[in-house]
């Protein structure tokens, strides 16, 4: 007989066995331990709580619920984020993840949540799984890239530096965040202490954010991955159009033999025309898509206002939005 079980409920054995599902999908063996034991303000960040279907005593499958806010023009929607669904191997095809994540529907709905969401790929097995349950593609994001042969011939804009951040600095790229985002729909609330989970938790080393500093002051920030071959921005924003702009030149200089390519970022849309001047290659969406499914019969009007939300020029999300 199958059990559904917390992380609170299972064995230390079991526990042990769950770091076989996160393996088994290319997560550290410690994942699953550390995303319940770090603590946000008491509780878990996001409000992690994982779900599993347990045999025998031994762990088969997971489902994940976060506590998320999708800010809509009107209000701060609560949104039950889906996440690290995973079946063993030898487990699938029982409809076991399905089951774990009608679960968490239900505690959901039971909480007054009204939404759901999750991020998966258009191609894999999993969507025709998530669209059976009612989820449907909501919002990919767009992405561009291009390749930086020489040094652009704009001078480095006035005033303006990049340097990388280090641990301390995690509470003024939240700051920065929110000035930034204050006027956009979408992801633009976060939960507390954002960039310090990132980076104590995310496995996201500090140093890998660059701080735009105009006259010393900090006024955005980039999250890079960089080799020989090329500089991906996952995340980047600024607090004024200058700033961005100002961004964009630092990076493409930063840049100079390699490709830049800019993903999951609202930064590309911020770029819009700009990007297309100077040359960038782009594509509207990536295979990944967030899906959303209603968790009850909605008012068409409430539906309406989340499909206006993703498709709002405002609309924001960054790969740190993302579960
Ligand atoms: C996606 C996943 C969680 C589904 O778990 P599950 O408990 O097997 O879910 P279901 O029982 O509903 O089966 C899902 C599919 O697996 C298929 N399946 C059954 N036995 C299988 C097997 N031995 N090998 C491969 N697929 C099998 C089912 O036919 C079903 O396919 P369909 O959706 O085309 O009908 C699981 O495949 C998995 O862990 N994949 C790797 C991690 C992953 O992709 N997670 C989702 C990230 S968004």
Request: glycine share 8%; net charge positive.
């Amino acid at each position: 007989m199958i059990r559904i079980q917390e992380w609170s409920e299972l064995s230390a054995w079991a526990r042990d066995r769950v770091s076989l599902l996160d393996v088994s999908d290319g997560d550290p063996a410690s994942y699953s331990e550390r995303q319940h034991s770090y603590r946000v303000d008491g509780g878990p960040y996001r409000g992690y709580h994982a779900l599993f279907a347990v045999r025998d005593g031994d762990v088969l499958s997971r489902a994940v619920g976060l506590d998320l806010t999708l800010t809509t023009r009107s209000c701060d929607e609560p949104l039950l984020g889906i996440a690290d669904v995973v079946t063993r191997p030898d487990s699938l095809g029982r409809g076991l993840a399905p089951l774990l994540i009608e679960e968490l529907h239900r505690r959901a709905r039971a909480r007054g949540i009204r939404w759901a969401a999750l991020w998966t790929h258009r191609t894999w097995s999993a969507h025709r799984g998530y669209e059976r349950l009612g989820y449907r593609d909501a919002y990919s994001p767009a992405f561009l890239l291009k390749r930086i042969r020489a040094i652009p011939s704009a001078d480095p804009p006035e005033g303006y530096t990049l340097r990388p951040c280090r641990l301390r600095d995690a509470a003024l790229l939240d700051a920065l965040f929110d000035r930034a985002s204050a006027e956009r729909v979408g992801f633009v609330r976060r939960p507390p202490r954002a960039f310090e989970a990132r980076f104590r938790l995310g496995g996201r080393r500090s140093n890998t954010v660059q701080l735009l500093l105009h006259q010393g002051k900090p006024t955005g920030y980039a999250v890079l991955d960089a080799d020989q071959h090329q500089v991906v921005c996952h995340e980047a924003l600024a607090v004024r159009r200058a700033d961005r702009i100002a961004l964009l030149r630092l990076l493409e200089r930063r840049s100079v033999g390699r490709w830049l390519v800019f993903r999951r970022t609202t930064f590309v849309g911020e770029l819009g025309v700009r990007a297309a001047r100077r040359g960038y290659s782009a594509l509207p969406l990536e295979h990944s898509t967030l899906m959303v499914k209603p968790l009850g019969r909605l008012p068409p009007a409430d539906r309406a206002a989340l499909a206006r939300t993703f498709g709002d020029p405002r609309f924001s999300c960054h790969t740190g939005d993302m579960f």
